[in-house]
Every structure is written in C-alpha cells, then in structure tokens.
C-alpha cells in the first residue's frame, strides 16, 4: 500500500501522521511524507522547520516503516504537490490532517483539503486533532 501524507507542523498535522502511521502498519504500506510552504516558501508557517521534520523521519524510522521524506521547493500549491506525490508513486491513500472550524468557516473549507479531496484519484482520510489537543 503507498501512501501519502500531508504534513504541518501543527497537531492536525500530527494526527494525520499518526493516521498515516497506522494504516501502514496494516497494510505493510510505504508512506511519503509531503511538507511544503505555500508555493514553496520555507518562511511559509506550513514549512516544517529542520528539528520538526527530522524529528517525524526519526518517528518513523524507529517504526521500522519504509518512508521518504519529501519537501518540494517547487512553485506549486500543497493541494498540488500532495497530488502530483500521489500520481508519482501510484498512491493508494492520501492522508491529510484538518481543522477545526467555526460555522463560518465552515461555509469556506480549508483551500488545500478541499483541493485534495475533490481532485484525488484515489481515496482520502481527512483526520483532525483530538479534542484534547495532543
């Protein structure tokens, strides 16, 4: 099982790899991790800084999982560099962590989540955080 998974530095963004995670796990999967700032900018709060992103690699290798580790400097959008990772490597999955919202806006959903969700060709896990925050 391939699959792909967005990743913030956000608790959102924890629980989609911790989603991500567990359904490898199940399906003997390799995961990519996808991280990138909007059209590619590392000051982009998105932008996983080095300690972060070295720490989710670390995760997942004491996991034992098969993983690469992606960060595109590309001029694209996330929506599309999730998408264009998952047509790379034939994904099977997409996971992406999202946001709690206030009704209003929720009338607005998130541009990436909705992005993903209505352009994937394969399915996608739409995750949030627990209530708690952890």
Known sequence: MN????????PEGLAA???AVTMAKLGEGRLVVLNCGTRGSDADPSFSEAADWD?????LTSLGL?????QPAQA????DEILKAASDIAADLIVIGIRRRSPVGKLIAG?????VLLDANCPVLAVKRPLDGS
């Open 66 to 70: 098969t993983h690469e580790m992606r």
């Open 111 to 115: 541009s990436t989540s909705q992005q």
């Open 3 to 10: 699959i792909v998974v967005g990743y913030i530095p956000s």
């Open 17 to 19: 790899i911790d989603h």
């Open 76 to 79: 694209r959008t996330p929506a």
């Open 55 to 59: 720490a989710v690699d670390q995760k």
